[in-house]
């Protein structure tokens, strides 16, 4: 079956660095888009980042441009996160999830609802 199960989270100061994984089981990410997100408590789930697998499009939140950078890993069936120079503010669960809308316009990447499943999350905290 389809499964997601992202891992690499904790804590970090700020200034640090995480790289979350996403792997992916039950499908192949050749024909699938990843996206990551983030809930912080009270807040609702935003988009951080997607890679478009059929154009190799990526996208980013204007809030991560220039820190984060997504990649996958073919052989693995697997979706990187490299978060560098991290703050306070990405503090939060990430989630990686999958969206079988392929191509995905560069206005529809961050949309949930393109979304069919989604992994458990893990917990990034920045703190010092």
């Known amino acids: 079956q389809v499964q997601l199960v992202e891992s690499g989270g904790g804590l970090v100061q700020p200034g640090g660095s995480l790289r979350l994984s996403c792997v992916a089981s039950g499908f192949t990410l050749d024909y699938y888009a990843i996206g990551w997100f983030r809930q912080a408590p009270g807040k609702e789930r935003e988009g951080v980042s997607c890679?478009?697998?059929?154009?190799?499009?990526?996208y980013y939140a204007d809030s991560v441009k220039g820190r984060f950078t997504i990649s996958r890993d073919n052989a693995r069936n697997t979706v990187y996160l490299q978060m560098n120079s991290l703050k306070p503010d990405d503090t939060g669960t990430y989630y990686c999830?999958?969206?079988?809308?392929?191509?995905?316009?560069?206005?529809?990447?961050?949309?949930?609802?393109?979304?069919?499943?989604w992994g458990q999350g893990t917990q990034v905290t920045v703190s010092s």
């Open positions: 999830a999958r969206d079988p809308h392929v191509p995905i316009p560069e206005e529809y990447w961050d949309s949930l609802d393109g979304y069919d499943y």
């Open positions: 890679l478009s697998p059929t154009d190799g499009s990526t």
